[in-house]
């Protein structure tokens, strides 16, 4: 499919007039498909990892649940395929599931090789269960910061690679492209402005949209830019309708929207409704660990039938000391708001989470773009499908980013010692107008989606949602702003525009995509929906096979 993308790039620029940066491999995104990617990159080549904001900023900073791997010697690779394929809703490639799922074990030794603190019972590491899974298999660090561990451990690796060299409080504006090949970014920052890095080749793990959302787990920075920029520049983005929603997401007037980990139902919390009556196994036998798409579902249809804004999570029949020692971030998180989750119900709805679709990549992490590799949330992998299973995110980051690296630093080796700067130059600035209420916008865009992109979709909604979106487009995109409040909100306005396309024309319902006019999945949408610009020429594929609509 075809959809509008506005300028190839949205700020002027020339190359006989701003600073250049050369390296040898440009990493975008500093999480922990970021990181490991670089850290997968020959020492011989020079490495320069970017990032929006602080190295703390990322969603693998704020992940909780943990990593899903084979490492209990009674659980098996088919079982764990197994579990993801179930959730996936008959998308998943079981190609790149089974050598995810194989790699896993590996990554996750050469993190603990590196220093990082799973945690541990009597001396082994303790293994959780979430829902959709068979069997425990789910890592943790320190209780629900896992995320945490896994950056840390891997930014005191980045630190001693003298190689590799970060910039914090960095915005990528747009990848550069010339003949149809990514030779790096234009990035700014308050340091130095607009800078043009030229790389040989460039890996983009820039993260999630859930920002675009009113009601969200993700933090400020996931505002889908490197979907937006790697469509700009010629990339086919794929699987667009699926957003997960996260079910258990914390709901306190006035109170930022945190996360509280599905390993809490894994530990036996139970959902109850305002009356105090446990629904889930209305709607599934697996009940609370059913999976995510499930629970989602199962709540926002409990809040319709009991008239009420939220349900709650109680682990009140749980051992305090227990729980406390397992979750003291989301306990020290409610006790903000006076509340103690030992006794206290937790108000919790869903929000969104995380995104299965994003820039198409093959199992080695590269796009259809040459010289242009992308790992992590930012990508549709084959991995996720309709809807991921619990925990399987950081396992995808960690394979994948190393995938991604290596790929790259080989394609890097083979190239000259030299680079050139192309005549590439960004369009002319254009008259003034009259200045926008940029935050305006954003915050009708993030309450449209909300409306018409949520948990349940319907047509007339979709549609409408579709055309306010299409006016915005009309006057926000052909702008030149000087400043990453402006260029969010272009990218952020692209990737809704691509997602409500792809729920329009997804006529079913499958995974975490629920419409009420086809609630049902249909066999002959059992296939992926693809975009791409068409301002940008023709891209040679040499990405996975996707059935196109």
């Known amino acids: 499919m075809i959809t509008e993308c506005g300028n190839r790039y949205l700020t002027p620029f020339h190359p006989k007039r701003i600073p250049h940066y050369f390296t040898d491999v440009l990493v975008i995104g500093a999480g922990v498909a970021g990181m490991r990617a670089a850290l997968a990159v020959d020492p011989r080549l020079a490495v320069l990892i970017v990032c929006k904001g602080e190295l703390q900023a990322s969603n693998s900073w704020y992940a909780q649940g943990g990593v899903a791997v084979v490492y209990d010697p009674q659980d098996r690779v088919d079982d764990h395929v197994h579990d993801t394929l179930e959730a996936g809703g008959?998308?998943?490639?079981?190609?790149?599931?089974?050598?995810?799922?194989?790699?896993?074990?590996?990554r996750i030794r050469e993190l603990i090789d590196w220093g990082a603190q799973f945690d541990r019972k009597d001396g082994r590491i303790t293994l959780g269960r979430e829902g959709g899974h068979g069997?425990?298999?789910?890592?943790?660090?320190?209780?629900d910061a896992t995320g945490r561990?896994?950056?840390?451990?891997?930014?005191?690796?980045?630190?001693?690679?003298s190689n590799i060299e970060i910039w914090e409080d960095t915005f990528t504006i747009d990848l550069l492209t010339h003949?149809?090949?990514?030779?790096?970014?234009?990035?700014?920052?308050h340091r130095h402005g607009r800078t043009l890095v030229w790389a040989k080749q460039t890996i983009l793990t820039s993260g999630g949209c859930g920002q675009i959302y009113r009601e969200t787990t993700n933090p400020e920075v996931a505002t889908g830019d490197g979907m937006a920029i790697a469509c700009r520049a010629g990339a086919e983005l794929r699987d667009m309708e699926f957003m997960q929603f996260h079910p258990t997401v914390l709901y306190i007037a006035g109170g930022a929207r945190h996360l509280i980990t599905?390993?809490?139902?894994?530990?036996g919390a139970r959902l109850i409704d305002r009356n105090g009556y446990r629904f889930m196994a209305d709607y599934d036998p697996r009940g609370e660990l059913a999976p995510r798409d499930v629970v989602a579902a199962a709540i926002v249809e409990q809040m319709a039938k009991t008239r009420h804004p939220c349900v709650y999570l109680d682990l009140s029949h749980l051992d305090e000391r227990y729980i406390r020692r397992r979750f003291p971030g989301i306990a020290a998180?409610?006790?903000?708001?006076?509340?103690?989750?030992?006794?206290?119900?937790?108000?919790?709805?869903?929000?969104a989470h995380y995104m299965m679709g994003g820039v198409t990549v093959d199992a080695d992490g590269r796009s259809g773009v040459p010289g242009l590799w992308a790992a992590g949330e930012v990508t549709a992998s084959g991995l996720h499908g309709a809807n991921r299973l619990a925990s399987n995110s950081l396992l995808e980051a960690m394979v994948f980013g190393a995938r991604a690296g290596t790929g790259a630093s080989a394609e890097a080796m083979k190239q000259e010692d030299r680079f050139d700067v192309p005549p590439i130059e960004g369009p002319p600035v254009p008259p003034s107008h009259e200045p926008l209420d940029l935050m305006d916008i954003r915050n009708s865009l993030k309450s449209l989606m909300w409306r018409a992109m949520g948990v349940r979709r319907d047509p007339v909604t979709m549609r409408e949602a579709l055309e306010d979106i299409g006016r915005w487009c009309g006057y926000v995109l052909p702008r030149q702003f000087n400043h990453p409040q402006g260029w969010e909100l272009q990218n952020m306005l692209i990737v809704s525009r691509v997602m409500l396309q792809a729920a329009?024309?997804?006529?079913?319902s499958r995974g975490c995509h629920f419409r009420t006019d086809f609630p049902e999945p249909r066999e002959e949408w059992r296939k992926h929906l693809t975009f791409r610009c068409p301002t940008t020429?023709?891209?040679?594929?040499?990405?996975?096979?996707?059935?196109?609509?």
């Open 537 to 549: 020429p023709k891209v040679v594929r040499n990405g996975p096979p996707v059935s196109e609509s």
């Open 262 to 267: 599905e390993a809490m139902r894994g530990e």
């Open 90 to 106: 008959d998308l998943c490639e079981e190609r790149i599931v089974r050598m995810v799922v194989e790699e896993g074990p590996l």
């Open 135 to 143: 069997r425990n298999r789910i890592l943790h660090a320190n209780g």
């Open 504 to 508: 329009l024309a997804r006529e079913e």
């Open 179 to 189: 003949d149809e090949v990514c030779r790096g970014a234009i990035l700014w920052n």
């Open 333 to 351: 998180i409610c006790e903000e708001f006076r509340l103690d989750i030992t006794r206290d119900r937790i108000p919790v709805r869903p929000g």
């Open 149 to 161: 561990e896994l950056v840390r451990t891997l930014h005191e690796r980045v630190r001693c690679r």
